[in-house]
Structure formats: C-alpha cells, structure tokens
C-alpha cells in the first residue's frame, strides 16, 4: 500500500491541473482512462491473449468476454447515437484496400508483440520490458501510417457506412446482436465443451469496459480510441523537430488534425484516456511484485520491436486497433469494424504461428 502513496499524489495532483488549467472534461476523461487501465490490467483482460488462446487452446473464454462487452456496449451506445447525432458520433472508417492490409498484418503483429493498442498501453503500465519498448514503436508506426494514408486510400475506398444513420438504433443493434450471437455459437461448436467457456474475471472485466466505453462516448463526444493519441505524440514530436511539415500532408492539413497538433496535447480526448491508461496500470502494478521477466534474445527482440512498429503502422491503416475498429467500431455501428475482426483473425492465425517458432520453447 505503500507504494501506491506517491503514485496516488501524482495521479491527484494531475487531476486537479487538468480540471483547473485545461478542462473538467479532460479530468473527467483522465479518471475513464484510470478506470480502463485498472480494469485491463486487474482482469488481464487481453484481447490478443483471448484470440491466441482460441486459436492454440480452444479456450473461447476470452473471445466470449469480447462478445458480451460489444453486446452490452452496443446495446447503450447505439440508442444513445440515435438520441443525440449531433453530440455524440460513431467510430466510422471508410471500407477500404487500407482497412484490409492494415487489419491482416495488425492481427499478426500483435500475436509476435504480444498486445494491441489498450494491450500495450496497459502492459508497459505493468512494466512488462518489451511492451515498454514496443510503445514508442507504435506511436511512431502510427504517424507514418498516418502520414502514407491518403497514398493507400488511392488504392481504392468507400464511404463510411453507419449502421445507426441507415437503419436507426432498433434495427442497428439487432444486426448488431444477431451478428455477435451468430460468432459466439460458432466459436462454441468450433471449441465443443474441452474447456469452460466462460471466465467470471473476465467477464465482470466486460462488464466494466462496457460501461467505461460508454462513459468515454458520452464525455468525449466520441468513442474510446487509442492509436489517433499515439500518432498525434509522434506527429508533435517530428513538427517540433522540424522534420516534418504537416501543410504538405493530406492528413495532417485537415482542419481538425491541424487544430489538433498546434493544441496542447491535453486536449486531445485520446492521449488523456491512454495516459489514464498507464496510470490505471501503473496502479495495479505498484500494488503487486514485479512480474518475472524472461531473459529474451536478440533475435527476439528484434522480431518483437518491427512488429510493434508495424503495430502503429497497419493500425492507422486499419482506422483502429481492437479498440478503435472493433470496440468502439462494432459497438457504434461502424461496418469497418465488421470487416476488421476477420481480417485481424486471420492475420492472428500467421501471427501466433510465429509467436510459437521464435518466442515458445
């Protein structure tokens, strides 16, 4: 408990400098970001752990807390999207050739490096080495594939299509759940009864990000995402250096991102709820022993630092990691999120395979 005093000042004493100097609503978003950053790291509630688990163990466990924490997200998000279209907007990215390369290598990095976007985040949090090192990776992967997005967009897209805008909340959030219960009885016969299929942690743990999700949605405006927070900390990084000129680049010239990168970076929702995020885990961390690292070799640490660079990569081309794309995508209607889980999954099959040959004895 000890332990947890200085980190407990710190957090406070950010808290309060948020609510008086920038925003109540950053304040606000910060202690949501606490909230999932404890919650991932208390419940270890991995989503590429849940997905290599299915894939090597037949354990749905994890993938079917996934499914309950879409069901219920989608269930409060998508009435609330209705009600409020001009407040509140949908995590929405475009059907594209960008969407599919980004979503197939993502699932196979995050099976090498072991963590996605919130996976990241919250095991460097946790003082896992690799994640740690892995982290700055990823926020520079996601400028530089925000940066070639408009080259990959040119590949061929469509608009974005909002299941809430074209059908309404009703009939949105069937689709919704008829989609998720049709996975979840797949993954169940595909599985059989070798292993339980459901984990109490786990699914209290979705329970949880659920509603943080929605509180997310409701405070920000818009839903929980982390890999925009990322690139935009590498992007101030590159302006600052003057190694990079946003003006030229069709990414960083929309009026939204340019506003963006000349604000203080406590504005932005998304880089408040990641560090929040590392604060909820460092919380967790500071209350538990180290954990045990095993030694790695160069080898690994090469394999496991490219994919992380391209973690950041493939997600900006994705619109999302597992948060952005299929939390926040899912849960809000967005069809690319319906067309990044398959993809992610089949890139996971590579992924795990690789994660077997170089990182499994």
Request: hydrophobic share 55%; proline share 5%.
């Amino acid at each position: 408990m000890t332990k947890r005093i200085p980190l407990a000042v710190a957090i406070t004493a950010f808290l309060v400098f948020l609510a008086w100097s920038v925003a109540l609503r950053q304040a606000l978003l910060f202690m949501v970001g606490i909230g999932l950053g404890a919650v991932l790291a208390g419940a270890r509630f991995g989503f590429t752990t849940g997905w290599r688990k299915l894939i090597e163990q037949r354990d749905p466990s994890g993938v079917l807390a996934q499914l309950v924490l879409l069901a219920i997200a989608a269930a409060v998000s998508m009435p609330l999207l209705a009600a409020f279209p001009t407040d509140l907007g949908a995590a929405l990215g475009p059907p594209s050739i960008s969407l599919i390369v980004g979503a197939f290598v993502f699932g196979g990095c995050m099976q090498v490096a072991d963590g996605c976007g919130s996976g990241t985040l919250y095991k460097a949090g946790l003082g896992i080495p690799m994640n740690m090192a892995i982290l700055p990776l990823f926020a520079l992967g996601s400028f530089l594939g925000s940066a070639t997005l408009e080259q990959w967009l040119s590949l061929g897209a469509l608009p974005p299509y909002g299941l809430v805008a074209h059908f309404g909340a009703p009939t949105a959030l069937l689709l919704t759940l008829v989609g998720l219960a049709l996975v979840g009885l797949a993954v169940t016969r595909w599985t059989g009864r070798t292993t339980r299929w459901w984990d109490r942690k786990l699914l209290i743990g979705a329970l949880l990000l659920a509603i943080l999700a929605v509180l997310n949605l409701i405070i920000a405006g818009q839903p929980w995402g982390i890999v925009y927070g990322f690139g935009l900390w590498a992007a101030k990084i590159a302006t600052a250096a003057q190694l990079f000129d946003p003006a030229t680049n069709a990414f960083w010239s929309e009026p939204v991102n340019t506003a963006t990168l000349t604000q203080s970076v406590f504005l932005d929702v998304t880089s408040i709820t990641n560090i929040g995020i590392l604060a909820g885990a460092l919380w967790i961390a500071a209350g538990k022993p180290r954990p045990n690292s095993r030694p790695m070799t160069s080898a690994q640490w090469m394999i496991g630092l490219v994919a992380g660079l391209l973690l950041g990569y493939s997600s900006r081309l994705a619109f999302g990691c597992n948060i952005g794309a299929m939390v926040s995508g899912i849960s809000t209607g967005s069809l690319h999120g319906w067309i990044w889980v398959p993809m992610a999954f089949m890139g996971s099959l590579i992924g795990v395979r690789v994660r077997r040959r170089w990182f499994t004895s």
